[in-house]
Structure formats: structure tokens, C-alpha cells
């Protein structure tokens, strides 16, 4: 299992890989949210680092973002 700071800095990898491929398709956050079905709020915690999805969370982002499952989980 993963120490609570090893977690923190998963989450703020995985959110900056969030970030780097909605605006690398020139998508707002709001977009995103819609395109997802997710709040714009979650949105912005996901982005931030500040929550932990659920799996189903993580399939809609995926399914909006259209990107290899490497660049959205294990890029930097």
C-alpha cells in the first residue's frame, strides 16, 4: 500500500497528465467536465491532485481525452 505522501504525489502526477492532455487538445476545463459528465469542480480537485477518482471516473476522462492509457497514468 502506498504511504499517504506517495499517494499525494500519484494523485498530482496523474492530475498534471489530466492537464497536459485537455489543453493539449485546446479544451477548457468546463468542457471537459461536460464531455466527462463530471463537475467542473472535480475537474479542478482532479487537476489539482486534491481527490482520488473512482475507477468510472477515470474511464470518462479516458473516453473524452482519447489518449494512450500511459500518458494518462504514467507520464510526468
Do not use: Y
Amino acid at each position: 500500500m502506498l504511504k499517504p505522501s506517495s499517494l499525494s504525489l500519484q494523485l498530482k502526477k496523474f492530475g498534471a497528465n489530466v492537464r497536459r492532455e485537455r489543453t493539449g487538445m485546446g479544451m477548457t476545463q468546463e468542457k471537459l467536465a461536460e464531455l466527462a459528465d463530471l463537475n467542473i469542480r472535480t475537474v479542478q480537485k482532479i487537476e489539482a491532485g486534491d481527490i482520488n477518482i473512482l475507477i468510472t471516473t477515470l474511464f470518462r476522462l479516458h473516453r473524452v481525452l482519447d489518449c494512450e492509457w500511459e500518458r494518462l497514468l504514467f507520464a510526468k
